[in-house]
């Protein structure tokens, strides 16, 4: 095998360690009806499935070193800066009813 197939493998076991683990904690952390709470574990969640994103695409982009994994890597990049800036606008600056 050559360099870039071990680091894409690498990141791809990461990715499933780090999805198992995280079923885990959804699953053992107990119910809640608190508002904030719940924001708080949404926005946890969707920030660590952006980070995956981010790992994911940055790693095929240098594993695989070819112009049309950076250009995946770039478009992530741009479509997910707007989309993390509006879920904390939301989430943090919401008032509570």
Do not use: N
Not at 44 to 61: D, E, K, N, S, Y
């Amino acid at each position: 095998m050559d360099e870039s197939t071990i680091i894409v493998l690498s990141v791809l076991a990461v990715f499933v360690l780090a999805m198992f683990i995280t079923a885990y904690v959804v699953k053992s952390t107990p119910e809640t009806k608190e508002f904030e709470t719940l924001k708080i574990r949404f926005a946890a969640v969707t920030f660590t499935g952006i980070m995956l994103l981010v790992l994911l695409t940055a790693v095929f982009a240098v594993g695989l070193k070819s112009d049309a994994s950076m250009e995946v890597f770039k478009t992530v990049m741009t479509g997910l800066s707007p989309i993390a800036g509006g879920i904390i606008g939301y989430l943090f600056s919401s008032k509570d009813k």
